[in-house]
């Protein structure tokens, strides 16, 4: 409302009022999910789809609220949680180290580079039977799959990284007399930083897909995705949205988190 | 007085030394038998047609690039256990922007494995040495294009180089600051004596900078002349009204004409 009411304003004032900056920069980012949850409303009360299919905006906020501080969800999102930094952590752990080294040798690049795009373009779900087969349904399992994910995209970054580091550069640290160890620590590091942290940022995203995905299908009695899938088969709906809900903002939450380091880390990309 | 006769009795011995330089990119032949004397404590600015192998001929003699065939001394050593100061054309991409720039400046002795202290001492040293005043704790992207260039310039200084090489250095200037950085070069030339080469696109920066002016033609590369020019230091900008000036401008100016035109 309030936003229908100023903009006459300041268009008979014919200058930008101060308010504007505000409006920008608050209500703009709002506005979309704002409709969004008026749309969710409107179906609701318009009964086009049956409530027990889709409980209103409120009382799904509500359960979410009240399962995660009373109830089990937040031990949950935990566990998810926890698998995916597992997950991410080994994959991170073999693909940098593993990345670099192929990418600073053409020749053992190449030799393997069907190999490795191969793998990333697979998705991980697809490999979960046979993760069965030769881990069972562990604990363990889930974090296997997804750190397979995490490991296959950051080995092709990290490497992409090193092999495009900026020749200038590296002639540079040369001139100046630096011994190829110096140049690697030194430049070739640094080059290939900014393209690992896409690697990264992608890795902690496939991440959380799979250890969903193998949480809802790999016998387990924890986690968002176990929760998802219960809550859709034993008709508990509105919890199932809560789990949804929660999923996407620890989705949310992990790639801002990377976002802001990678703008802290990388400072110079982009100059 | 006895510094600058001491300079010139030093120039007659040859301190870069070329002998049968051989050099071809793929199946264009750029360098073939190419000899070359630079004597010591001197400025060399080299100039001459588009493509001809300039560049191409300071990244041989500093070893950022291989050869095909022949010998490059410095200070009757081979070139590879010199010191090289080089400053690249592009000094967007050959400082480290995630150093500050202090830590540019000091990279080279960190390479040699200089304690910190006297690092940072050296960089003082230098900065008091040529008047520099420059806030070296901001990253590099934050400077202007003429403060990296400069950062770029004492980063290749620091470790006291035998030669300093220059790969048009000024170009991505503007025009204001292009006066600037020659003037500050100049000084750093007659503050240290150090033998120094730069390539040049720019016929008057080439004169104006020049001991001698080493003239290069078409491919396959050849010294069509190296042209003196002996105007006492410190030059300024009035000079290019000089005779002296003037006249090797434009005999320079003839011989590159003549070139073109083969």
Not at chain 1, 138 to 154: E, H, L, M, T, Y
Not at chain 2, 214 to 225: A, D, H, I
Request: hydrophobic content about 50%.
């Amino acid at each position: 409302m309030s936003i229908a009411q100023s903009a006459p304003v300041a268009r008979d004032a014919g200058v930008r009022r101060p308010v504007w900056p505000l409006v920008r920069s608050v209500l703009l980012p709002l506005a979309g999910p704002i409709a969004f949850l008026a749309v969710w409303q409107a179906i609701c009360m318009a009964h086009v789809v049956r409530p027990v299919l889709l409980p209103t905006p409120f009382a799904t906020f509500s359960f979410m609220f009240d399962a995660l501080l009373h109830g089990t969800m937040l031990e949950d999102a935990f566990v998810t949680l926890s698998r995916v930094l597992f997950a991410f952590a080994i994959g991170a752990v073999l693909g940098i180290p593993l990345g670099v080294i192929f990418g600073s040798n053409e020749r053992l690049y190449r030799s393997v580079e069907f190999l490795i795009d191969f793998f990333r373009s697979t998705p991980a779900s697809a490999l979960i039977p046979l993760f069965i087969l030769f881990f069972g349904i562990s604990d363990f399992n889930k974090v296997a799959i997804a750190g397979f994910g995490v490991f296959s995209v950051v080995v092709f970054n990290s490497a992409y990284g090193v092999m495009n580091a900026r020749k200038s550069r590296i002639l540079a640290a040369k001139v100046m007399g630096a011994s190829q160890l110096q140049i690697f620590r030194d430049v070739m590091f640094f080059e290939s930083l900014p393209q690992t942290m896409v690697g990264l940022r992608t890795g902690i995203s496939t991440a959380l897909v799979v250890v969903v995905v193998a949480e809802m299908f790999i016998g387990s009695d924890q986690g968002l995705g176990h929760r998802i899938i219960e809550g859709e088969q034993v008709l508990q709906i509105t919890d199932m949205y809560a789990s949804i809900i929660v999923a996407g903002l620890i989705g949310y939450a992990l790639n801002m988190l990377f976002m802001i380091a990678d703008k802290r880390l990388i400072h110079w990309s982009g100059h | 007085m006895t510094a600058l006769a001491d300079r010139s009795a030093a120039t007659d011995v040859p301190f870069i030394t070329v002998r049968g330089l051989g050099k071809s990119f793929g199946k264009q032949l750029i360098y073939d038998g190419f000899d070359l004397d630079i004597p010591r404590g001197t400025f060399t600015t080299v100039f001459g047609p588009n493509g001809c192998g300039k560049s191409t001929l300071i990244n041989l003699m500093s070893g950022l690039i291989p050869f095909d065939a022949g010998t490059v001394e410095i200070g009757g050593k081979d070139f590879r256990s010199a010191t090289i100061g080089y400053v690249f054309q592009n000094y967007r991409d050959s400082l480290f922007p995630w150093l500050r720039a202090l830590e540019n400046i000091e990279y080279p002795l960190k390479v040699r494995g200089v304690p910190r202290a006297a690092q940072r001492e050296r960089v003082e040293r230098l900065l008091a040495a040529f008047e520099i005043t420059l806030d070296l704790k901001r990253r590099t992207y934050e400077l202007s294009g003429g403060q990296q260039q400069l950062v770029a310039i004492l980063r290749a200084l620091i470790a006291e180089p035998d030669v300093l090489f220059l790969d048009e250095p000024f170009s991505a200037l503007d025009y204001e600051m292009t006066l600037y950085m020659r003037d500050k070069l100049q000084t750093v030339f007659m503050e240290t004596g150090l033998t120094t080469v730069l390539v040049s696109h720019d016929l008057e920066e080439a004169v104006y900078l020049a001991d001698r002016i080493l003239l290069l033609s078409k491919r396959p590369t050849r010294v069509v002349e190296v042209i003196p020019f002996d105007l006492a230091r410190p030059r300024t900008v009035e000079i290019v009204g000089d005779p002296q000036f003037v006249a090797t401008k434009q005999h320079a100016l003839h011989l590159f004409r003549e070139e073109m035109r083969r």
